[in-house]
């Protein structure tokens, strides 16, 4: 599987190219058990997962074969990034890949491969409302987005579970913004169910200045395990009965005393900063606060939309946050526009 990449290409308008929009959900993690590390180097989890409503758009345009014959790479692919991550800090370059590391550059070529198809040239545009490095799994949205955006472009009809199964080779966290909604995820978290869940949810989201690497958590989660144990003696991750049952009440103040984050403590050793936003967010009435799965975001859960209007008021004003989100869950999962 080959690619070719570019960036700031002009369309031409002559070509009438047909082309698919794809929304994806952020999503956040109402629980995140983990487990010790396995053979293979991933960690066991059990987590429950909701999509939140906020959202990246994927534009796919189709445009003739690069060739006109339909030999050569599977595709060619060039990339074009709006809103947050489109440029770094102090106008520094792109945060979000636009080469071969894209992972919706990445999904296109997974479909090209499985339905055999040859010389496709697409333009990717993304337009970025998710938060970047932000835990938010927006590089997923954008994944999960170019497989439903491809496979309705090119018309190849590929079955939900190979949706899944192509979501699944792209990364840990792919496969859930293609069904949105509350899931509950084990292995890596890519096995996924849906979990029944009454009730919308208002959360607020208090943004970080700068990423928190995931394999740096993790590390530090590790750090003390012995074999087939984790730091606190545990075999396996924990279990996420509390968060199920409190999704099926569809009271939020039920859910907000059973979020559960493992991978909270090492993050907040790691930045410390993290503990004051979460103290300040509960000094404001927040009925749950926590990570949002491996950091640096912040999440917390608002009584209701009024409550969350301020709650987000007065993280802003805080200034413990480079910015703030609010969004209403469960979000559905990637849908054509």
Known sequence: ???????????????????????????????????????????????????????????????????????????????????????????????VPTNADNLAVRAALLVAETAGLRGRRIHLAMAKGIPVAAGMAGGSADGAAALVACDALWGTGLSVQTLAELAARLGSDVPFPLTGGTALGVGRGEQLSLVAAAGEYHWVFALADGGLSTPSVYREFDSGATEGRTADGRTAPTPADAVRAAVATGDPAVLGAALCNDLQAPAIRLRPSLGDVLAEGRALGALGALVSGSGPTTAFLARDAAHGADLAAGLAASGLARAVRAATAPAPGATVL
């Open 1 to 95: 599987m080959s690619t070719e990449l570019s960036t700031g290409s002009t369309l031409s308008p002559e070509s009438s190219p047909r082309r698919v929009t794809v929304r994806a959900p952020a999503k956040v993690n109402l629980h995140l058990g983990v487990g010790p590390r396995r053979a293979d180097g991933f960690h066991e989890v059990i987590t429950v997962l909701q999509a939140v409503g906020l959202y990246d758009e994927l534009t796919v345009t189709d445009l003739e074969p690069a060739d006109g014959s339909g030999d050569g790479p599977a595709v060619t692919a060039t990339v074009e990034i709006s809103g947050e991550g489109a440029v770094g800090p102090a106008g520094d370059p792109a945060v």
